[in-house]
Every structure is written in C-alpha cells, then in structure tokens.
C-alpha cells in the first residue's frame, strides 16, 4: 500500500515537472506597406480605374521535429525582382547527356507563405483584368503549436487599370 502512494506521488511530481516543461505558445506578427510606383504619380485620375480591393491569403506550417512543410501551393508570385526569392539548382546526367534544372523558389516558410499570398493576390487582379496592384500591404502572423510554427500571410492591394 505504501509503494503504491509512493508511485501516486512520484507520478504526480513528474507530471508537474513536465508540464512546467513545456513551452508556451509564441505568436509574432509583421507589416510592410509599400509606397507607390513613382511613375504612377505622372498619371491623371482620368488616366486609370480603380477596380477595387485584392487580397490573397496563406498558410503555411512548418513542423520543426520532421523539417516537413504543409500547405505550399507551390505556387508564388513577386512583387519587384524575383531573383531574391532564392534558387534551387539539380543536375541528373542520362545517357551521357548532363540536364541541369533551376527553380526559382522560396527558401523559408515565411517567405513561402508570402509567395503563395502574392500569387493569389495576382491571380484576383488578372481576374480583374487589372493592369497593376498599387498601395500593396503584407501581414504576417506567425505562431507556435506543439513544435509546429505556423505562418499565415495577407496581401492585399488596390487593382487598376490603364485607359
């Protein structure tokens, strides 16, 4: 009887040590508002429409004990130069033939998670028929469950279209 209240409180003591173990939640979140094409100031308001709002959205997790990512549409889009967006580079040799392949693609979850937002964002303009996305803003809100981190990215813009 007395080894199995021992048990009971070694029991207890351990799952009291676990539990202040364990890490609490981290959530962080980042902005960036861009200012306008300068060239777009030389426009008149008659020189253009305003389509409305576009806003695209991703979620990417990334899952720190396997390294695996889930929720790339492997789909991205930029806004500017696409050469920060990083590279990816394999070669394979058949019968002799040396075929090198390069893919320009995201590195990190975060910036996955951007790419995919963006390409949304663009898809919603060509849906438009827009000629551009002005004005474009980024959220990202980036969280922490049970060793998975947890990226989710808003863009969103004003679509337009040149006369």
């Given at each position: 009887m007395k080894s199995i209240g021992r048990v009971s409180v070694l029991a207890v003591l351990v799952a009291l040590l676990a539990a202040s173990c364990?890490?609490?939640?981290?959530?962080?979140?980042?902005?960036?508002i861009n200012s306008p094409?300068?060239?777009?100031?030389?426009?008149?308001?008659?020189?253009?429409?305003v389509l409305g709002k576009v806003t695209g959205?991703?979620?990417i997790s990334y899952n720190?004990?396997?390294?695996?990512?889930?929720?790339?549409?492997?789909?991205?889009?930029?806004?500017?130069?696409?050469?920060?967006?990083g590279q990816t580079q394999s070669t394979?040799?058949?019968?002799?033939?040396l075929r090198t392949t390069q893919v320009v693609a995201?590195?990190?979850?975060?910036e996955k998670a951007t790419a995919n937002a963006i390409f949304d964002m663009i898809?919603?303009?060509?849906a438009l028929a827009a000629d551009a996305v002005l004005f474009v803003t980024t959220k990202i809100v980036r969280r922490q469950e049970a060793?998975?981190?947890i990226t989710h990215v808003t863009v969103s813009g004003v679509a337009v279209r040149l006369k």
């Open positions: 364990a890490t609490a939640p981290i959530s962080t979140s980042t902005s960036n094409y300068v060239g777009f100031a030389d426009l008149g308001s008659g020189d253009y429409t959205l991703a979620e720190q004990t396997t390294k695996m990512v889930s929720g790339d549409t492997l789909k991205y889009g930029y806004l500017g130069v696409m050469g920060s967006a394979s040799a058949f019968l002799g033939i995201p590195s990190s979850p975060d898809e919603k303009a060509d060793g998975t981190l």
